[in-house]
């Protein structure tokens, strides 16, 4: 039996629900994927693939969909970024905006597809606090956009 | 005179100001009501009872009462997760998104119920810094969404 | 040559790019310009000058000129906080919110407006992690808000 830490936690689960890990997202604009401050950790604004309001352009599962491709794309630049995710020590805070029709209210039904992902890949540590509230617009028209913040483990 | 540190202060202040503290909310979805990070605690976003658009469905001052239960609320989450609103050091950051009509531009007086009512509860330390903003929609349809972020008292 | 630490950096830097520092702007409601907590300042919601919908009252340009007006007045109310602006370590993060038109999704483009100034003072420094959204509305109706949060050096 290895005395060594296990490695590469998270990336073979992410494997073994049948996802890559993208590549590191180049920032749209002039800013940085994320933004190491003590130990937290503050990641830029991350879209999904999916374009069109929810609740008008697109069902509700379609928003959902969108939030966990945020959140996987949110992972690969969080990856370029530290290394290595198993540094990540918990997920503290998930700020999630749908852009929605006037009269869609399931904002949380949409965010969970973020939520969900997180708790599947971290645990226990991936539990987190978190606002979802439904925008007008997002850039490019996109569905959903997340917002993050982990607490990385002391070196 | 008592050599005992005075306890419940915040609580003895709520009933003095004719409220009780709520049974903690459970989440609507897959998060926490708050996660503590160090000394930081995140507060997930929480609602008020009022539902419609400020400035069209519902008055200002309707608007304004949603923002003072939704802090309400989030006190009695957070009592739920550290037991004791005592050891909240300071109010360091309020996130407040208002449910606006399309020319609604007043959200900093609808804010200001939750604003007035951590103050009258926790004095200098409740003075925070704050973003109000005007969104198209809330989970539920509810008026106003807050978010907090305290700092709490070392163990 | 002079064994004093240089001081000034940032506002001087500002003065060659032809700025006066304005002075703080007082809160329009019951909440402080910043807060300090721990190493973190949090700095409260600031609008620019710009008012309307970016994209149908006003032109992306006019809004990108709001975002940098927006965090010139921040740093002004910062300068009244913390007494110098080279106690700022570092830029962490920019939450800015565009009010938009129903199909502008250029965001980024308009939130580049506060990156950019902010980078020109304050060099690798400046480089923040970011989230630019589109809201309905802004209180006053102004183009663009801004949140920041900022690290301090240590005393």
Chains 1, 2, 3 share one sequence.
Request: proline fraction near 5%; aromatic fraction near 6%.
């Amino acid at each position: 039996m290895s005395i060594h830490k296990q490695t590469n936690t998270v990336e073979n689960r992410l494997k073994s629900l049948g996802h890559d890990l993208p590549p590191p997202r180049r920032p749209v604009a002039n800013y940085v994927g994320c933004k190491q401050s003590g130990d937290l950790l503050f990641v830029s604004g991350q879209i999904g693939d999916v374009r069109g309001a929810v609740g008008s352009d697109v069902t509700k599962d379609d928003g959902r969909l969108c939030a966990r491709q945020a959140a996987l794309y949110m992972l690969g630049t969080v990856k370029g970024a530290i290394s290595d995710l198993d540094r990540i020590a918990s997920v503290d805070k998930v700020l999630g905006f749908v852009r929605s029709a006037p009269d869609f209210t399931e904002q949380p039904y949409v965010i969970d597809g973020a939520s969900d992902f997180l708790i599947e890949l971290f645990g226990e540590a991936g539990r987190h606090s978190r606002t979802a509230t439904g925008v007008l617009q997002i850039p490019s028209g996109a569905s959903v956009q997340l917002e993050m913040t982990f607490r990385l483990a002391p070196d």
